[in-house]
């Protein structure tokens, strides 16, 4: 049996799509550049990475102060023109944590001249 398709999901996504490209003129002409012609496999493949490291996070539990957990909430709503979130239908309190902890870390890695990815030790 088929699986059913939520038409409001895929309504959402058309949408977070179209501003995106509307709001970002860069990743706008890389798409239209990559499909003006053909793409190739290995053109489609060089794409897979990306899909393959949102297989690789990792779950982490924390326990912050409410107020924390209010500011967070409070950002969900403004978030949604975030370019690390474009690809978020509907951006959660989940994507609005990692944001704030990538964002955190980049500014708490250039402060300490840690590279980034790797650990200080």
């Known amino acids: ?3 059913a398709v939520d038409l409001q999901a895929v309504g959402d996504a058309l949408a977070t799509i179209r501003r995106t490209l509307r709001e970002h ?5 890389r798409t239209a ?17 990306q899909e393959e490291s949102m297989a ?10 409410q107020a924390l957990v209010d500011r967070i909430d409070a950002l969900v709503p403004l ?11 509907n ?12 964002r955190g870390l ?3 890695e250039a402060a300490h001249k840690a590279p980034k990815g790797k650990r200080r030790s």
């Open 1 to 3: 049996m088929p699986k």
């Open 25 to 29: 003129p860069e990743v706008r002409e």
């Open 33 to 49: 550049a990559l499909f003006a012609g053909d793409p190739t496999t290995g053109d489609l493949d060089a794409l897979q990475p």
């Open 56 to 65: 690789t996070q990792a779950p982490l539990t924390v326990r912050v102060p």
């Open 79 to 89: 978030l949604g023109d975030a370019p690390e979130l474009a690809t978020a239908a």
């Open 91 to 102: 951006v959660t309190r989940s994507d609005a944590l990692r944001l704030c902890v990538l």
């Open 106 to 108: 980049e500014v708490l």
